[in-house]
């Protein structure tokens, strides 16, 4: 399984980004989609989840301007950036639980990190 993201860059506050990240690989479903982010000196924080049923999540630092969504038929989740800030600069890391099945054919649940896209927002 992999997960693959992309669309990051550099951009002036006030800009806006998209970020795209496809799953791949062989699983039955995949369940939540999600970012986080990453900034130097700082741990790892959520930035948005979508749950299995579109419902959206989102933490408090980019509500009203960072729009999640996921397509299930192309195994994609999206995040949609506007009004960046400076504060917002960051790797951003995509992330999806996905059930397979293991070698005895029982179907288990695991976690999945993509590598990181970069996002920098200049003021």
């Known amino acids: 399984v992999q997960l693959q993201a992309s669309g990051g860059g550099l951009v002036q506050a006030g800009g806006s980004l998209r970020l795209t990240c496809v799953a791949s690989?062989?699983?039955?479903?995949?369940?939540?989609m999600g970012w986080y982010r990453q900034a130097p000196g700082h741990e790892r924080e959520l930035v948005a989840l979508?749950?299995?049923?579109?419902?959206?999540m989102y933490a408090d630092s980019v509500k009203d301007r960072f729009t999640i969504s996921r397509d299930n038929a192309k195994n994609t989740v999206y995040l949609e950036m506007t009004s960046l800030e400076p504060e917002d600069t960051a790797a951003y890391y995509c992330?999806?639980?996905?059930?397979?099945?293991?070698?005895?054919?029982?179907?288990?649940?695991?976690?999945?990190w993509g590598q990181g896209t970069q996002v920098t927002v200049s003021s």
């Open positions: 992330t999806a639980n996905l059930s397979r099945l293991d070698p005895n054919g029982r179907l288990r649940e695991d976690g999945f």
């Open positions: 690989g062989t699983f039955v479903r995949i369940h939540d």
């Open positions: 979508v749950l299995v049923t579109g419902r959206p």
